[in-house]
């Protein structure tokens, strides 16, 4: 589980300092499915970042299985971002001239420890691809893909090393509303059927409004959405 206590999160440009996050606290229990909303600027990246290891300069604490991330060497923190967490973002990243199991394996070559062999990567890699139902593309290139298609591909990606925790910063912002909802049935199928934590920064009212649980940043606070309170939203 992720537990967060007092999470202070501040950027200084020059004598300018803007303080984001204002001692925030949260708990996400394994196995939860749930929306970050909030205004633009708010501090929903940065809050997803900091849970994701991508940025240890904050105040307070994040634990993540009983482990503060705050405590992690180098090595570990970023044997932390490999192995535990998933990252997928608006933009898929993949890179055009490797095809799609040859982008889906990537994660092999930043493995520690014992390193994968090409054949069991790309073992691994037909299994993810079949997980995110595109095995028919495993020699594509991502320029053939849809939108759609180069996000699940992201997907595959972000789900070989078998992440407990999937982070997701807008996923769904470069696709049609259509396309977009299909990726997060995905994400719902891998939340229900493998136990996957989803967590989704979006903009997007109609999918926060399909996850369980929706939590809103703004004015440097968290603040649990209850759909039977219209105003808690009203600006978000
Ligand atoms: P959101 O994801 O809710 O749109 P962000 O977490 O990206 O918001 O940003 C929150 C605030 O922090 C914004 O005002 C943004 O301009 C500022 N910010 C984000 N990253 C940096 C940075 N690297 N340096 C300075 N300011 C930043």
């Known amino acids: 589980m992720i537990r ?8 200084s ?3 300018v300092v803007t303080e984001v996050l204002r001692g925030v606290d949260l708990d996400i229990e394994d196995g939860e499915f749930i929306s970050v909303i909030g205004p633009s600027g708010s501090g929903k990246s940065t809050l997803l970042h900091a849970v994701g290891g991508l940025d240890s300069d904050y105040k307070g604490s994040i634990e993540v299985d009983g482990k503060d ?4 060497s180098d090595a570990e923190l970023s044997g932390y971002r490999n192995e535990t967490v998933g990252f997928v973002f608006q933009s898929f990243y993949l890179l055009p001239h490797l095809t799609c199991l040859e982008n889906i394996a990537l994660p092999a070559v ?21 997980q995110v ?10 320029t053939m893909l849809s939108g759609g298609q180069r996000q699940r591909i992201a997907i595959a990606r972000a789900l070989f090393n078998e992440p407990k925790v999937m982070l997701c910063d807008e ?14 049935e ?16 979006t ?13 809103l940043v703004a004015d440097g606070s968290l603040t649990e959405v209850d759909d039977a309170d219209p105003d808690a939203e009203a600006d978000a």
Do not use: C, W
């Open 171 to 184: 996923p769904t912002g470069n696709l049609d509303s259509k396309t977009g909802a299909a990726v997060i």
């Open 186 to 201: 995905l994400f719902r199928t891998l939340n229900e059927r493998d136990g996957i934590t989803v967590i989704i920064v």
């Open 13 to 15: 440009t020059g004598k």
């Open 69 to 72: 991330l705050a405590t992690l």
């Open 110 to 130: 930043f493995k520690r420890g014992a390193q994968m062999d090409t054949q069991a990567a790309n073992a691994r890699a037909k299994a993810v691809l079949e």
């Open 203 to 215: 903009h997007d009212p109609r999918i926060a409004d399909s996850t369980p649980r929706k939590i």
């Open 4 to 11: 967060i206590r007092g999470m202070h999160k501040s950027y």
């Open 133 to 142: 139902d595109l095995a028919e593309k495993a020699d594509a290139l991502p």
